[in-house]
C-alpha cells in the first residue's frame, strides 16, 4: 500500500551554504523572494540557498521503497543525501523524484540546494516576470511497496488515460495504461464500475475500455469527471480523474467543444501574489478560481510555465480550456535545447490526463531577442515533434511577438496559431489590432489563429476624464478593453483570446505606473483585494449566470467636469441611472451604458438593472485631485480637433506610412526620424531597418502616437503639423 507523507514542516534555511549553526526555520511551500522579488528594488537576489532537515528512517517492510518528491523547486535543484549528491533538476516548475531507499541510515540528513541564479542553459532567464527562488510546492515523502507504480519517469502519475470520444454514436474509447517498477505480473483497472485485469509487459499494462452513453465533459457548462484505477497485488494504488471531450480548431469556425462552437474568451495566469510570492497555498488557488468563474472565463492561458497540479485540477473541475506551456520565452539560448525538451516532456507527462488542456505551448514571444535562423526552427520542430509523439490527441500553439512577420517559417511548425499584440498601449493604435487580425486572416484563411496576448496597464489610484494611452488610468484601461471586446467579438473565427492579465504580477525589472516591481495589466489587484473597472467590463460580456450591474469610476470621486459621463458595465439588457434618489434615465443596449450628467455639488450615483444595483459618490471640485495622475506624467493635450485642421492637407493625424509615400511630406519625415535616430547613436534607425514587422506595424502608426511615445513636447507637435498642414493631399 502507498502512503504519502507531507514533508512541509521542520526546515531550515540558509542564505549562504548551510553551517553548523541553527538557519531560519521555515515551513513549506517557501520563496526567499516574497519581498524583494515585488518591490522593484536593488535588492531582488538571485542565487544558491540551501533547504535542510533531518530525517529518521521509516518502518519498513517487505522491501518497501522510499521516494522524496519536489513538487516545485525553482530554477535548479540538487539533493544532498547524508552528503552525498543524489540528483539535479533544472527546470523550476515541474515534479521530480528520487529514490532515498538504498541510502538510508537510522537518521539522516537532507539538504537540497536551489538556484534561481543567472545562466545560458536553464529557461527561463530573460522575461517580464519575476523569477522566484525556493521549495515553493509540497514536497512529499513516499513509501511504497517493492512493487509499485512508477515514480521514476520524468514525475509521472504513473497512469494514462486516453479517451476518444464519437459523439454520433455517443461512446468513448478509453485507453488505460500503467508502469511499473519492481516485480509484478497483471494490473487491475477500474474505470466507471467496469475492472478489467492486464498482463505487465516490460513494466506496461493496458486495458482499452468502451463507454456507452458517454456524459462528456462539456466545459463550464457540465465539466463531469470520470475516475480511472489502477492497483497491483502488492497493493499499490494510483487513480486519475478523466474527462470524455472532443477538441476541435477550425480556421473559419474558431474552437470547438463536442461538435459545437464555443469560442474561448479568458484571460492569462501568473502564478504568485502579492506578499507570498510563488509559495501559494490550496486557499490561494481556490480563490484564483472563484474569481475567474466570476468573470465568466470559459479558458485559461497558464503562463509562462507548468502551473500546480492543484491548479489544473481545479480547471478540470469547473470546465476551464487550457493553454499549457514551458518557459521558453523571449530569448533562444544555443545551451538551452535540452532543456526546453526536457520541461516540454516533464509538462505532457505529468499533465496528459487533465481534460481541461488543449494545447501544448511552443513558446512564448520567442523571436523578441532571437533571430528566426535555423537554429531556432530546429528547437521548434524538436518540440513539436515531441509533443505529438509523447500526445497524439492535442494540438500545439505558439505566442508570438507582434514584430514577427506573418510569412515567416516559423508559424509553420506548430498546428495552431496566436499573437501578443499590444497596440493601443505600447504602440500605435487600438485599430490595428483589428487591421493584423483582419489581414493575417486574409491571407491564410486556413490557418487558425488566436489572440494569446493583449492588455494596458491600470494603478486604481489613477483616474482621468480624458484618459489616453500611458497614463496608467484605470479609466484607459477600461476605454482600451472596450475596444478589443468589440473587436473580439467582431470575428469568432480567433479560436482563443486570452487578455493579459487577470492578476497583477511581479515583475523585478519594473518601475512605473506609481507601483515598483509590478506589472499592472492585471484586471485584479495582485493582492486580490479590488477588481479595476475592466474586470466588469469582462464580467458583463461573459457571465451569463449572474445577474450584475456595475457603475465604473467609482475611485475617481473628485471631478471637474461640469458634465461628467457615467458609464455602467452590465449583463442586463435595461439599465437606469439614479442621481441624488431620483431617477436620471434608462438606457437600452449591451454591456456598455453611457451616460452624461450635470455636476455641481456632491452627488450619489445609483445604476439599477433588474433586482442588481451598484452605488458611487461622486463630487464637483475646481482643481484636479493630484492624487488620480501619475506624478511627473507630462501629457500632451490634444490642442485640436477636426474643425482645426484642413483634411485637405496632411496633418499629425495622418499614419507614417501615408506621410512617407508622399514626396515631400515623405522628406520632411525622413529627416525628423533621422535626427532622432542620431540622438540615440543610430540603434533606433538600425533596428527599425533590421526589423521589417516592426517597419510594417510603425507604417499604421498616426505620427502623433510615435511622436507621443518618444516624448515629444506639445510644442513639437504643433511645429510638425503646422507644417504638414501646408502640404496639400494628393486628389
Not at 509499485?148 to 488515460?161: D, S
Not at 485540477?313 to 518557459?327: F, K, R, S, T, Y
Not at 457603475?551 to 458595465?569: A, F, M, P, Q
Request: proline share 4%.
Amino acid at each position: 500500500m502507498r502512503t504519502i507523507h507531507s514533508f512541509n514542516q521542520g526546515w531550515q534555511f540558509y542564505k549562504t551554504k548551510p553551517t553548523q549553526s541553527a538557519g531560519e526555520a521555515v515551513t513549506l511551500p517557501h520563496t526567499w523572494n516574497a519581498v524583494d522579488g515585488q518591490d522593484g528594488g536593488n535588492d531582488y537576489y538571485r542565487g544558491t540557498c540551501w533547504y535542510v532537515r533531518e530525517l529518521k528512517k521509516p518502518e519498513l517492510r517487505d522491501g518497501e521503497r522510499v521516494w522524496l518528491e519536489i513538487n516545485g523547486a525553482a530554477m535548479t535543484a540538487e539533493v544532498y543525501f547524508n552528503g552525498e549528491k543524489l540528483a539535479r533538476h533544472e527546470g523550476g516548475y515541474s515534479t521530480f523524484r528520487v529514490d532515498l531507499t538504498d541510502h538510508l541510515d537510522e537518521n539522516n540528513s537532507l539538504a537540497i540546494s536551489v538556484d534561481n541564479s543567472d545562466n545560458d542553459t536553464v529557461y527561463p532567464q530573460k522575461a517580464d516576470f519575476t523569477f522566484y527562488g525556493g521549495l515553493y510546492r509540497d514536497v512529499n515523502l513516499l513509501v511504497v511497496p517493492a512493487a509499485h507504480f512508477a515514480l521514476g519517469y520524468c514525475g509521472t502519475p504513473g497512469i494514462k488515460v486516453t479517451p476518444i470520444v464519437d459523439l454520433t454514436a455517443r461512446c468513448a474509447e478509453v485507453t488505460v495504461e500503467a508502469w511499473v517498477e519492481g516485480e509484478a505480473k497483471e494490473v487491475r483497472f477500474t474505470v466507471d464500475s467496469q475492472t478489467q485485469t492486464a498482463p505487465v509487459e516490460d513494466g506496461h499494462a493496458a486495458a482499452v475500455f468502451t463507454l456507452e452513453n458517454v456524459h462528456l465533459w462539456d466545459g463550464v457548462d457540465d465539466p463531469y469527471l470520470y475516475t480511472a484505477v489502477a492497483l497491483l497485488d502488492s497493493g499499490d494504488e494510483v487513480s486519475t480523474h478523466f474527462g470524455c471531450r472532443k477538441f476541435e480548431i477550425d480556421a473559419q469556425k474558431g474552437f470547438l467543444l463536442n461538435g459545437r462552437s464555443y469560442p474561448l474568451r479568458g484571460g492569462s495566469r501568473h502564478q504568485d501574489r502579492f506578499g507570498v510570492g510563488n509559495a501559494l497555498s490550496l486557499e490561494h488557488h481556490k480563490e484564483d478560481m472563484a474569481i475567474i468563474r466570476e468573470l465568466g472565463a470559459n479558458t485559461l492561458r497558464l503562463a509562462h510555465y507548468q502551473h500546480a497540479r492543484e491548479f489544473y485540477d481545479l480547471c478540470d473541475e469547473n470546465g476551464i480550456i487550457v493553454w499549457a506551456e514551458i518557459p521558453y520565452i523571449t530569448q533562444h539560448m544555443t545551451g538551452g535545447r535540452a532543456n526546453t525538451l526536457s520541461q516540454m516532456e516533464e509538462l505532457v507527462v505529468q499533465n496528459y490526463n487533465h481534460p481541461s488542456i488543449a494545447v501544448w505551448g511552443l513558446s512564448n514571444e520567442i523571436t523578441a531577442a532571437s533571430t528566426v535562423n535555423e537554429e531556432l526552427l530546429e528547437n521548434h520542430r524538436a518540440l513539436n515533434d515531441l509533443c505529438h509523439r509523447l500526445d497524439a490527441t492535442r494540438p500545439t500553439t505558439m505566442a508570438n511577438v507582434f514584430m514577427l512577420e506573418i510569412e515567416s517559417p516559423i508559424l509553420e511548425i506548430p498546428d495552431v496559431n496566436s499573437y501578443n499584440l499590444y497596440f493601443g498601449w505600447y504602440l500605435g493604435e487600438l485599430e490595428q489590432n483589428d487591421e493584423f487580425f483582419d489581414e493575417f486572416h486574409a491571407k491564410y484563411p486556413d490557418r487558425p489563429i488566436g489572440f494569446s496576448e493583449y492588455g494596458a496597464d491600470a494603478n486604481p489610484q489613477y483616474q482621468s476624464p480624458m484618459p489616453e494611452k500611458g497614463d496608467y488610468t484605470e479609466s484607459y484601461q477600461a476605454v482600451y478593453h472596450e475596444h478589443m471586446l468589440q473587436m473580439i467579438e467582431a470575428r469568432p473565427w480567433l479560436w482563443a483570446t486570452h487578455v493579459w492579465n487577470l492578476f497583477d504580477f511581479a515583475a523585478d525589472g519594473r518601475n512605473e505606473g506609481g507601483k515598483n516591481g509590478q506589472n499592472q495589466k492585471g484586471l485584479v489587484t495582485f493582492d486580490r483585494k479590488e477588481k479595476k473597472d475592466a474586470f466588469y467590463l469582462y464580467k458583463a460580456a461573459w457571465n451569463k449566470t449572474e445577474p450584475f450591474v456595475h457603475l465604473c469610476g467609482s475611485r475617481y470621486v473628485d471631478r471637474t467636469e461640469d458634465v461628467t459621463e457615467i458609464k455602467v458595465y452590465s449583463n442586463q439588457s435595461e439599465v437606469s441611472l439614479y442621481v441624488d434618489g431620483k431617477l436620471a434615465e434608462t438606457k437600452s443596449g449591451k454591456t456598455v451604458f453611457k451616460f452624461k450628467l450635470p455636476i455641481s455639488g456632491t452627488h450619489s450615483v445609483e445604476a439599477r438593472a433588474a433586482s442588481c444595483a451598484s452605488v458611487m459618490l461622486i463630487r464637483k471640485v475646481d482643481a484636479p485631485n493630484p492624487e488620480y495622475a501619475l506624478p511627473g506624467r507630462a501629457t500632451v493635450v490634444n490642442w485640436f480637433d477636426q474643425g482645426e485642421i484642413d483634411p485637405d492637407c496632411y496633418s499629425v493625424n495622418d499614419k507614417l506610412g501615408e506621410l512617407q509615400q508622399d514626396p515631400q511630406a515623405g522628406t520632411i519625415i525622413n529627416q525628423m526620424m533621422s535626427q532622432g535616430a542620431a540622438q540615440h547613436g543610430g540603434d533606433v534607425a538600425t533596428a527599425v531597418k533590421d526589423n521589417p514587422g516592426l517597419i510594417r506595424m510603425m507604417s499604421r502608426m498616426t505620427l502623433i502616437s510615435l511622436l507621443k511615445q518618444s516624448g515629444a513636447s506639445a510644442e513639437q507637435i504643433q511645429q510638425l503639423n503646422r507644417v504638414l498642414q501646408s502640404i496639400k493631399k494628393p486628389q
